[in-house]
């Protein structure tokens, strides 16, 4: 499954994909929820009733990454992947680990996904970060902006990511 998916739960309680409106076994749920597969609140809500203990262990075990975002000070600059380009923090943001723990670079992909990928992508938690960034007059994340997760920063590249 597409890490970028999202599980949802249709009137009659049959877990489906989002992206593909594919129906998803129950026995393939647990597991998706444990790999940090992004659930919307009703399918959570859904599973959490029909899981009991497994969902409730999981829910509760709660941390976060501090996340800024940094962008380039001159426009000229914006599109160039120099770690040496003077930046400012545009964006800060606690990001909650609930379901798994998620480490540097991959949460700095997450990042990159919840600022550029369209809303109806996004669960309600990446929509109300998403909705937060762009309040603030800032546009998705490009090659140039460095994500900073706890202390290591990653600077968006053409392809990737690169630890400075």
Not at 16 to 37: A, M, N, Q
Not at 66 to 91: G, M, Q, S, Y
């Amino acid at each position: 499954m597409n890490p970028f998916d999202l599980i949802d739960v249709t009137e009659s309680g049959e877990f489906i994909s989002y992206k593909t409106g594919i129906s998803v076994p129950y026995e393939d749920l647990e597991e998706l929820y444990e790999s940090g597969i992004e659930f919307t609140r009703k399918a959570e809500i859904e599973l959490r009733k029909e899981s009991g203990e497994f969902i409730k262990e999981q829910w509760y075990n709660i941390g976060m990454n501090n996340i800024k975002v940094h962008r380039p000070l001159e426009t000229r600059f914006a599109f160039d992947a120099d770690e040496n380009t003077e930046r400012k923090v545009i964006f800060e943001y606690k990001l909650p680990t609930i379901k798994k723990e998620r480490f540097c670079e991959e949460v700095a992909e997450l990042v990159f996904h919840i600022t550029n990928a369209p809303e109806e992508m996004l669960s309600e938690e990446m929509l109300s970060i998403a909705k937060e960034f762009r309040a603030l007059g800032n546009y998705s994340l490009s090659t140039g902006d460095v994500v900073e997760v706890d202390g290591t920063k990653f600077l968006c590249e053409s392809f990737g990511w690169k630890e400075i």
